[in-house]
């Protein structure tokens, strides 16, 4: 498994975008999957988004239309390209891999803070 980095949080307003990105140790070319995850103050880690190798992708209800999941094989980096922000889509924001597909996601990053806020 390759270790997971975070980048891209921060503070923006409501309607306001970010992209998250997600940078890997080694090659994800081989990886089955992978996601982003959110924890919000108070609730459960809820899966966000993810992508498959062949790039198929899925999205939780409460994003799709507004977030957008991304792989860069060559460059082993995932993105969270996330539009039209909410109060609501405040949480850390993790990034994860899924190695097969018998496997569950895992091996978290240290997640990165969005923060949604007039």
């Known amino acids: 498994q390759v270790q997971l980095a975070e980048s891209g949080g921060g503070l923006v307003q409501p309607g306001g975008s970010l992209t998250l990105s997600c940078a890997a140790s080694?090659?994800?070319?081989?990886?089955?999957?992978m996601g982003w995850y959110r924890q919000a103050p108070g609730k459960q880690r809820e899966q966000v988004a993810t992508i498959t190798q062949g790039g198929s992708t899925k999205y939780a209800g409460s994003v799709k239309g507004r977030f957008t999941i991304s792989r860069n094989n060559a460059k082993n980096m995932v993105y969270l390209q996330m539009n039209s922000l909410k109060q609501e889509d405040t949480a850390v924001y993790y990034c994860?891999?899924?190695?097969?597909?018998?496997?569950?996601?895992?091996?978290w990053g240290q997640g990165t803070q969005v923060t949604v806020s007039s």
């Open positions: 080694g090659s994800i070319f081989n990886i089955y999957a």
């Open positions: 994860a891999q899924r190695i097969n597909i018998l496997a569950d996601f895992g091996s």
